[in-house]
């Protein structure tokens, strides 16, 4: 890999790890750690199948907790970032992690990584008979409008992934991104697990050339669905059927008047 983790890093994570885990938009972690979840690291078939959703639904609703020091557990229901920090950087270390370990930590820890296992876990039950998802007309202008502020957001992201070779997770170039493009960065993050699906999809970037704003457009109106619980496949579609729509529209304007002067 790239050598030894170092204790900069190991410093970083803990960190990161510890403001996922006192965010109190996220409880469900601390009581998640509390009654064992950090025994395993899920993996990342775990989070795409709903195991890893289903393994939290199956922690978070038992009534006890493991046996756990008083002072860790007082710590993680009070948030206390200077017990807690110190505490994640040493189990790291001792644990001895990989470098794609620490990651999946704090990706496991974001909201946006439960709720998307949760949907994966959701689709195995899903009993809608017909077709594909319907959208309603007046969606088609909103999709198309979220498909053209996602385009340069994400191509910008494809410019960090090819062209500097960064080492960075998908999550952080995102986040890197976000000066540039703060709402299309911040949509991206909300639905992380989603583009790091469509990212991964060859279906998605099979209908690309080779350049990077294809690709780019492609991902964007894959994502730009996501809002509306469509596919992949069903969003682009619907998003290039908004596109020949709003051109057919252009097409059919009565043509300005001639100033005669």
């Known amino acids: 890999m790239r050598g030894t983790i170092t204790a900069t890093e190991y410093q970083c994570f803990a960190e990161r790890f510890v403001e996922l885990i006192v965010d109190p938009k996220r409880p469900w972690l601390a009581r998640y750690i509390m009654t064992g979840g950090l025994d395993h690291v899920p993996t990342e078939d775990e989070i795409n199948s709903g195991d890893f959703a289903l393994q939290v639904l199956n922690r978070i609703e038992r009534t006890e907790t493991e046996l756990i020091e008083e002072s860790l557990f007082e710590a993680l229901h009070h948030g206390d970032r200077e017990f807690l920090i110190p505490y994640t950087r040493k189990w790291a270390k001792e644990s001895g992690f990989s470098r794609e370990e620490l990651e999946l930590l704090l990706k496991m820890g974001m909201s946006a990584t439960l709720r998307h296992s949760y949907r994966r876990l959701k689709s195995k039950f899903r009993f809608r008979t017909g077709g594909q998802t319907k959208l309603r007309s007046l969606h088609y202008s909103k999709i198309l409008k979220r498909a053209e502020q ?39 993050m909300q639905h992380i697990g989603r583009f790091q699906e469509a990212f991964q999809d060859k279906r998605v970037l099979s209908r690309a050339t080779v350049r990077t704003v294809a690709k780019a457009r492609a991902l964007a109106d894959a994502m730009a669905g996501i809002e509306y619980d469509l596919a992949f496949s069903t969003s682009i579609e619907r998003v290039r059927e908004a596109r020949r729509a709003l051109r057919i529209t252009k097409n059919n304007l009565p043509n300005p008047p001639q100033i005669l002067g």
Do not use: G, N, Q
């Not at 070779?165 to 299309?184: F, G, N, W």
């Open 150 to 188: 996602l385009r340069p957001a994400i191509e910008k992201v494809l410019h960090e992934v090819l062209t500097t070779k960064t080492s960075h997770t998908l999550p952080e170039i995102v986040d890197y991104c976000r000066k540039d493009h703060p709402d299309a960065c911040a949509f991206l």
